[in-house]
């Protein structure tokens, strides 16, 4: 079946250091989301990707969307304590099921 | 104030026992979903709901029952049957049953097997 999976699983950082996590579908999505979920919260959208090879950025957050459709990064530039939590990517094959990423969790040290 | 509200936060269950988690929206969505989230994983899709009266199984729906006789609310159920209930429950609505429609989330009910 569908499968999207995250990496890391973890990271560590300083604060004002960069932290990258990436998303690898094994089919072709038709677009892609990314939610933030802080500390005993709850799943927050951040973001959606539509079309292959798209950029976009929110302020020191930026996201990618792969040529083929298949994978997706984000970057987040100088971390901030604010930052902490868990970042999933969630994808969707047209109008079947968002299936979630494992989550890659960040922590970031002051 | 307009959102997704869950009740209980927290919920003690012994073995052999049904529990209904409540899960009720004022956004006018028509969509709901219900998701289980078990620690260090991702979401995993339990029932979702187009309309009023009409819902579907997700990926791990076997041992949980819903109901949707309000657009505002769906209400799922942990029967006894669910070998492995502990876990926290996300519900969720978005607009339309469009899985590219972005999802807001409740705040969750944790649910704990004694």
């Known amino acids: 079946g569908q499968q999207v999976m995250q990496i890391p699983q973890y990271q560590h950082v300083q604060e004002g250091e960069d932290f990258t996590t990436y998303c690898n579908s094994s089919t072709t999505l038709s677009n892609i989301q990314w939610y933030k979920q802080r500390p005993g919260g709850h799943p927050v959208f951040l973001i959606q990707l539509v079309k292959s090879g798209e950029v976009k950025k929110q302020k020191r957050l930026t996201f990618q969307f792969g040529e083929a459709k298949k994978n997706s990064s984000l970057h987040i530039t100088a971390t901030q304590t604010t930052d902490v939590g868990t970042y999933f990517c969630?994808?969707?094959?047209?109008?079947?099921?968002?299936?979630f990423g494992t989550g890659t969790r960040l922590q970031v040290f002051p | 104030d307009g959102g997704i509200t869950q009740s209980p936060k927290y919920l003690f269950r012994k073995e052999g026992q049904n529990v209904t988690l409540s899960c009720e929206q004022n956004l006018n969505h028509d969509a709901m979903y219900w998701y289980r989230q078990d620690p260090g994983q991702g979401l995993r899709l339990i029932y979702y709901s187009q309309i009023v009266n009409d819902f579907q199984k997700g990926d791990i729906a076997e041992g949980y029952s819903v109901s949707r006789e309000k657009k505002e609310s769906f209400p799922l159920t942990v029967t006894s049957a669910q070998k492995n209930p502990t876990a926290f429950y996300l519900c969720?609505?978005?607009?339309?049953?469009?899985?590219?429609?972005?999802?807001?989330f409740g705040p969750g009910t944790r649910l704990t097997v004694l």
């Open positions: 969720a609505s978005s607009r339309l049953l469009a899985f590219t429609d972005t999802q807001y």
């Open positions: 969630a994808g969707s094959l047209n109008t079947d099921k968002l299936i």
